[in-house]
T-cell receptor
Framework: DTEVTQTPKHLVMGMTNKKSLKCEQH?????MYWYKQKAKKPPELMFV???????INESVPSRFSPECPNSSLLNLHLHALQPEDSALYLC??????????FGPGTRLTVL | TQLLEQSPQFLSIQEGENLTVYCNSS?????LQWYRQEPGEGPVLLVT?????EVKKLKRLTFQFGDARKDSSLHITAAQPGDTGLYLC?????????FGKGTHLIIQP
């Protein structure tokens, strides 16, 4: 299995909602990442997990809360988001010093 | 922070033409990756270059890593409409990738 899967594919939420994005990989990778991508821009790093521990938080607002329940799963919990948080959210995984493989992304719209 | 300058940002050419995309930095990278992304989808890894001066070929795509490992290029021969997409170079490693701004490529039939 060489895929990174993400659910849901699309998500529309209000500013008072709580929702979660999910990412899964079965490649035995021990590093997982969340990126945010706005239209016509490159992906921007949000969080890095290495061996299930949060190793990098790129000054992301606390309304985004990552969680790594095990080595195959990565979640991003969303609460009280703003319309400007609307974007494509990408998950990636890699061996700790290897190439990163991306999932298809979740298209998030905040109303 | 390691920055990657990618050029051109936009390129629209006719089917059958050749093109080159450049990725430059003032920093040395242990490796650089090239990705292709279609609208609404995640980036798909095309190639990783590791050794200075390395050249890798993927069908009509040729990737080169500079001798000093500060720059890379992507050359497409006889471009086809299916090559249309956003091409991204990226460097970094365990701390996450830094991306160039990308090249939006349109191949017109």
């Amino acid at each position: 299995d060489t895929e990174v899967t993400q659910t849901p594919k699309h998500l529309v939420m209000g500013m008072t909602n709580k929702k979660s994005l999910k990412c899964e990989q079965h490649m035995g990778h021990r590093a997982m990442y969340w990126y945010k991508q706005k239209a016509k821009k490159p992906p921007e790093l949000m969080f890095v997990y290495s061996y299930e521990k949060l190793s990098i938080n790129e000054s992301v607002p606390s309304r985004f809360s990552p969680e790594c329940p095990n080595s195959s799963l990565l979640n991003l919990h969303l609460h009280a988001l703003q319309p400007e948080d609307s974007a494509l959210y990408l998950c990636a995984s890699s061996q700790v010093r290897g190439e990163q493989f991306f999932g298809p992304g979740t298209r998030l719209t905040v109303l | 922070t390691q920055l990657l300058e990618q050029s051109p940002q936009f390129l629209s050419i006719q089917e059958g033409e050749n093109l080159t995309v450049y990725c430059n930095s003032s920093s040395v990278f242990s490796s650089l990756q090239w990705y292709r992304q279609e609208p609404g989808e995640g980036p798909v890894l095309l190639v990783t270059v590791v050794t200075g001066g390395e050249v890798k070929k993927l069908k009509r795509l040729t990737f080169q890593f500079g001798d000093a490992r500060k720059d890379s290029s992507l050359h497409i021969t006889a471009a086809q409409p299916g090559d249309t997409g956003l091409y991204l170079c990226a460097g970094g490693g365990a701390d996450g990738l830094t991306f160039g701004k990308g090249t939006h490529l349109i191949i017109q039939p």
